[in-house]
T-cell receptor, first 115, second 114 residues
């Protein structure tokens, strides 16, 4: 158990809908990262938050947004869903957020299926 | 931009034998970290081993060792005495010094034969 909690584990929805994925980082970790894993794109970095502030942005679509709350949990919001958004979405956390080479601890992921 | 290349999409190894999974990287950073993660069929990402770019000795963690050749920009994972439970996807990743986020390679599927 990595200590990173992601809910829900599975999500099935329809095109055009909006969903929210939730992540609780390990106790003491200030950074949260979101990754998308799909068969054609592999593991893609989406966005990073550090202590409530956006720190880095990757290949995140404009239809997607995220935030980190004062209690350090994070939510990834996906809207106007398309079939191609079906993927495994991982949240990861680490202690720091900059100037470090820390390992990331991953949650078990949310499997999103858009029908 | 950083890049990781894993050229072996799939590999077989006999149980109890050693196996090497290849990883080459590209970065303009002087300081960086290299990581290997394992993803079993259950889906979770499990950290295996880390090598810092300034570490003089190759990293080892139990049956895992990292063959780090900086001049060749390679960071191969060596698994000794393979076990059936080692069957999984293996991802090499490089850490970004500025933001600490990881860039992953495409992965290698390892299958251990009894």
């Amino acid at each position: 158990d990595s200590g990173v909690t992601q809910t829900p584990k599975h999500l099935i929805t329809a095109t055009g809908q909006r969903v929210t994925l939730r992540c609780s980082p390990r106790s003491g970790d200030l950074s949260v990262y979101w990754y998308q894993q799909s068969l054609d794109q592999g593991l893609q970095f989406l966005i990073q938050y550090y202590n409530g502030e956006e720190r880095a942005k990757g290949n995140i679509l404009e239809r997607f947004s995220a935030q980190q709350f004062p209690d350090l949990h994070s939510e990834l919001n996906l809207s106007s869903l398309e079939l191609g958004d079906s993927a495994l979405y991982f949240c990861a956390s680490s202690v720091g957020g900059r100037g470090r080479n820390e390992k990331l601890f991953f949650g078990s992921g949310t499997q999103l299926s858009v029908l | 931009a950083q890049k990781i290349t894993q050229t072996q999409p799939g590999m077989f190894v006999q149980e109890k034998e050693a196996v090497t999974l290849d990883c080459t990287y590209d970065t303009s950073d002087q300081s960086y970290g290299l990581f290997w993660y394992k993803q079993p069929s259950s889906g979770e990402m499990i950290f295996l081993i880390y090598q810092g770019s300034y570490d003089e000795q190759n990293a080892t963690e139990g049956r895992y060792s990292l063959n780090f050749q900086k001049a060749r920009k390679s960071a191969n994972l060596v698994i000794s005495a393979s076990q059936l439970g080692d069957s999984a996807m293996y991802f090499c990743a490089i850490g970004d010094w500025a933001g600490n986020m990881l860039t992953f390679g495409g992965g290698t599927r390892l299958m251990v034969k009894p």
